[in-house]
């Protein structure tokens, strides 16, 4: 990740979302708090333990063996609202050592190229990378409240664990753990 500047990203082209390939194996994806409302009514969504604290996110699949019940065979998002950790994609926000927000790019990321939407046109930004950069710091800016809610959850002691008990029809069963 670097932060997007004229000088180094001048040439570069944004391709159009197409496959979600990397996120089929995906079990779980991080949400933001602004997304909670589009997402609870249709999907489930968990708080799991990461590092010392929790994030919230949404389940897609009942363990990391399993294919993310979110998306088809052909790699398109079947669910009706698509999560801004996948629609964020290859930017992200990033603080300097001057507490300075950079809105940063993945040049390693298969939708940078030479073909699809330019950052840049004459020397100034595109509508495209501004509108990018304006969601890019909301979404920061929800990360970082969605942070706080969880840490304060934690702190009150208001998280339990949740374990669910499966079976199926041969009579195996097994249970998931860390929700």
């Given at each position: 990740?670097?932060?997007?500047?004229?000088?180094?990203?001048?040439?570069?082209?944004?391709?159009?979302?197409?496959?979600?390939?990397?996120?089929?194996?995906?079990?779980?994806?991080?949400?933001?708090?602004?997304?909670?409302?589009?997402?609870?009514?249709?999907?489930?969504?968990?708080?799991?333990?990461?590092?010392?604290?929790?994030?919230?996110?949404?389940?897609?699949?009942?363990?990391?063996?399993?294919?993310?019940?979110?998306?088809?065979?052909e790699g398109k998002w079947?669910?009706?609202?698509?999560?801004?950790?996948?629609?964020?994609?290859?930017?992200?926000?990033?603080?300097?050592?001057?507490?300075?927000?950079?809105?940063?790019?993945?040049?390693?990321?298969?939708?940078?190229?030479?073909?699809?939407?330019?950052?840049?046109?004459?020397?100034?930004?595109?509508?495209?990378?501004?509108?990018?950069?304006?969601?890019?710091?909301?979404?920061?800016?929800?990360?970082?409240?969605?942070?706080?809610?969880?840490?304060?959850?934690?702190d009150l002691d208001l998280?339990?664990?949740?374990?669910?008990?499966?079976?199926?029809?041969?009579?195996?069963?097994?249970?998931?753990?860390?929700?």
């Open positions: 990740l670097v932060p997007i500047t004229y000088e180094e990203h001048s040439e570069i082209r944004i391709k159009p979302l197409e496959g979600l390939a990397e996120f089929t194996n995906a079990s779980l994806l991080p949400i933001y708090d602004v997304e909670i409302p589009k997402l609870v009514v249709s999907c489930p969504l968990v708080v799991v333990p990461e590092g010392e604290g929790y994030t919230l996110s949404l389940l897609c699949s009942l363990s990391n063996d399993m294919p993310n019940a979110w998306i088809d065979h079947v669910g009706g609202y698509l999560p801004a950790i996948i629609r964020q994609r290859p930017f992200t926000c990033l603080k300097n050592k001057e507490d300075k927000l950079l809105v940063c790019i993945d040049e390693d990321s298969p939708l940078v190229g030479d073909e699809g939407t330019p950052l840049f046109e004459n020397e100034s930004p595109t509508e495209y990378l501004n509108k990018m950069k304006e969601f890019i710091t909301i979404l920061y800016n929800s990360g970082q409240r969605t942070g706080r809610v969880m840490k304060l959850l934690h998280i339990t664990s949740w374990e669910i008990q499966l079976s199926n029809q041969g009579g195996t069963s097994g249970k998931i753990e860390g929700l």
